[in-house]
């Protein structure tokens, strides 16, 4: 288009009249990346270089010359901000194929990013469903159960830590079954943390703490963001979508540090820490994926700090007591080029938040969770799926979200993480 800068990828040089570092350079129409790299170094040189193009005040290009479909969303993904007002013009080859990824990338990262004040429990569970729904309208169906309807089904962790907002918590249940058989099995069951905004509850978390918590939804977002993306991709496995979603708000009806809390599966939690509840909900999700008799089960959420400590923003966590499924995970990630590493997990990480008066406790009562705080979270969650912790993988979502610039991705949310767990439902 004529209106539009054109970026060439070039594998040469610069001329000599720029540095021999230079990584991009003008030309008549726009600008040149000079990719002269290994090709592991490619990918993350091309998205770091749209991110300074963007920083420019470029908001709108043409690729031009030869790039591959990594490439581009490489260049795409550096380029757009939360505000999504950038345009980039593909090549015409593959474009169908990037433009499936920029649909479900731009609807979830969008739904991360909108403030707590549109995006509340049910408002996320509606967006979820219609995105979803629109994609499959013939495969898809829907339950919805908020308020008090927990209770009634023993939903007690996604009750107790939203009960304190005006706006009730719910959990959506999202069944994708291609074959229209009531009786399928279920090959997967996506469990996403929905908490859409958190205060930290009665564990107060500083104002600067709790700025960005508008991101805390972010499990949901990627596991709802995997799953369009499998449906775009013509995935043929039942999938079942299980969003457990709250705010985690201050009032009288608040629940308190010392509450014990008894799940349908019988385990009794005491809260010592009203902060770490994300893994509360999950557990409603873990036991109703379980009892579903799901193949298999993933649980993503932006969960723990500690997860950010070790693998800074660039990867996301990945546990397993399945080496089999964690392997497969790690394969996808590096697949699709998204960062994940493995972190410890053993069945005696359950025993790391222990409580005189419970089963376990939710958290560790030092600050932060304690050393190994996001093996420690992984290890509670191990207690709400089967015994052995077959089929079953564990996503700390560190690198989902930034409150500012990076060098990589503009602030706000990143979607890393959905083309790895799409990877496995295909």
Same mark, same amino acid.
């Given at each position: 288009?004529?209106?539009?800068?054109?970026?060439?990828?070039?594998?040469?040089?610069?001329?000599?009249?720029?540095?021999?570092?230079?990584?991009?350079?003008?030309?008549?129409?726009?600008?040149?990346?000079?990719?002269?790299?290994?090709?592991?170094?490619?990918?993350?040189?091309?998205?770091?270089?749209?991110?300074?193009?963007?920083?420019?005040?470029?908001?709108?290009?043409?690729?031009?010359?030869?790039?591959?479909?990594?490439?581009?969303?490489?260049?795409?993904?550096?380029?757009?901000?939360?505000?999504?007002?950038?345009?980039?013009?593909?090549?015409?080859?593959?474009?169908?194929?990037?433009?499936?990824?920029?649909?479900?990338?731009?609807?979830?990262?969008?739904?991360?990013?909108?403030?707590?004040?549109?995006?509340?429990?049910?408002?996320?569970?509606?967006?979820?469903?219609?995105? *979803?729904?629109?994609?499959?309208?013939?495969?898809?169906?829907?339950?919805?159960?908020?308020?008090?309807?927990?209770?009634?089904?023993?939903?007690?962790?996604? #009750?107790?830590?939203?009960?304190?907002? *005006?706006?009730?918590?719910?959990?959506?249940?999202?069944?994708?079954?291609?074959?229209?058989?009531?009786?399928?099995?279920?090959?997967?069951?996506?469990?996403?943390?929905? *908490?859409?905004?958190?205060?930290?509850?009665?564990?107060?978390?500083?104002?600067?703490?709790?700025?960005?918590?508008?991101?805390?939804?972010?499990?949901?977002?990627?596991?709802?963001?995997?799953?369009?993306?499998?449906?775009?991709?013509?995935?043929?496995?039942?999938?079942?979508?299980?969003?457990?979603?709250?705010?985690?708000?201050?009032?009288?009806?608040?629940?308190?540090?010392?509450? *014990?809390?008894?799940?349908?599966?019988?385990?009794?939690?005491?809260?010592?820490?009203?902060?770490?509840?994300?893994?509360?909900?999950?557990?409603?999700?873990?036991?109703?994926?379980?009892?579903?008799?799901?193949?298999?089960?993933?649980?993503?959420?932006?969960?723990?700090?500690?997860?950010?400590?070790?693998?800074?923003?660039?990867?996301?966590?990945?546990?397993?007591?399945?080496?089999?499924?964690?392997?497969?995970?790690?394969?996808?990630?590096?697949?699709?080029?998204?960062?994940?590493?493995?972190?410890?997990?053993?069945?005696? #990480?359950?025993?790391?938040?222990?409580?005189?008066?419970?089963?376990?406790?939710?958290?560790?009562?030092?600050?932060?969770?304690?050393?190994?705080?996001?093996?420690?979270?992984?290890?509670?969650?191990?207690?709400?799926?089967?015994?052995?912790?077959?089929?079953?993988?564990?996503?700390?979502?560190?690198?989902?979200?930034?409150?500012?610039?990076?060098?990589?991705?503009?602030?706000?949310?990143?979607?890393?993480?959905?083309?790895?767990?799409?990877?496995?439902?295909?």
């Amino acid at each position: 288009m004529a209106n539009q800068l054109q970026v060439l990828l070039s594998n040469d040089a610069p001329a000599k009249h720029w540095a021999d570092n230079t990584l991009i350079s003008t030309h008549a129409r726009g600008f040149t990346i000079h990719a002269n790299f290994q090709q592991s170094e490619q990918l993350t040189v091309i998205q770091s270089c749209a991110r300074k193009i963007q920083s420019f005040g470029v908001n709108s290009v043409q690729l031009t010359g030869q790039w591959t479909i990594e490439q581009q969303w490489a260049f795409y993904q550096g380029f757009v901000t939360a505000k999504q007002q950038q345009s980039v013009t593909w090549l015409t080859e593959n474009s169908a194929e990037l433009d499936q990824l920029k649909t479900v990338f731009d609807w979830s990262k969008n739904l991360i990013n909108q403030p707590p004040n549109q995006i509340y429990p049910q408002s996320l569970a509606q967006n979820v469903t219609d995105f *979803i729904s629109n994609l499959a309208p013939d495969l898809v169906t829907s339950e919805l159960l908020v308020g008090e309807q927990l209770l009634e089904n023993q939903w007690i962790g996604t #009750h107790t830590v939203g009960r304190a907002s *005006i706006n009730p918590p719910c959990i959506l249940v999202l069944d994708y079954n291609p074959s229209g058989n009531a009786q399928a099995e279920i090959d997967y069951a996506l469990v996403g943390k929905g *908490i859409t905004f958190d205060s930290g509850g009665y564990s107060l978390k500083s104002s600067e703490g709790m700025l960005t918590m508008k991101c805390d939804m972010g499990g949901a977002a990627t596991v709802a963001g995997a799953l369009a993306l499998a449906i775009l991709k013509g995935s043929q496995k039942r999938i079942k979508l299980i969003l457990c979603c709250a705010e985690n708000l201050v009032a009288g009806n608040a629940f308190k540090l010392g509450d *014990i809390i008894e799940y349908k599966n019988g385990t009794k939690v005491e809260i010592v820490n009203t902060d770490a509840e994300g893994r509360l909900v999950l557990a409603d999700g873990l036991i109703m994926a379980t009892e579903l008799g799901a193949k298999q089960i993933i649980d993503a959420a932006t969960l723990t700090g500690a997860a950010s400590v070790a693998l800074g923003r660039e990867y996301n966590a990945l546990f397993a007591l399945d080496s089999l499924l964690l392997n497969n995970a790690l394969n996808s990630a590096k697949q699709n080029n998204e960062g994940a590493w493995p972190l410890p997990l053993e069945k005696y #990480h359950q025993d790391k938040c222990p409580s005189p008066y419970a089963d376990t406790a939710n958290s560790s009562t030092v600050k932060g969770g304690g050393a190994g705080g996001a093996s420690n979270a992984a290890g509670f969650l191990s207690r709400f799926v089967n015994e052995t912790g077959t089929g079953w993988l564990h996503i700390d979502l560190a690198a989902a979200f930034n409150q500012s610039d990076t060098q990589l991705f503009a602030a706000g949310a990143t979607g890393v993480g959905i083309r790895s767990i799409a990877g496995l439902l295909v």
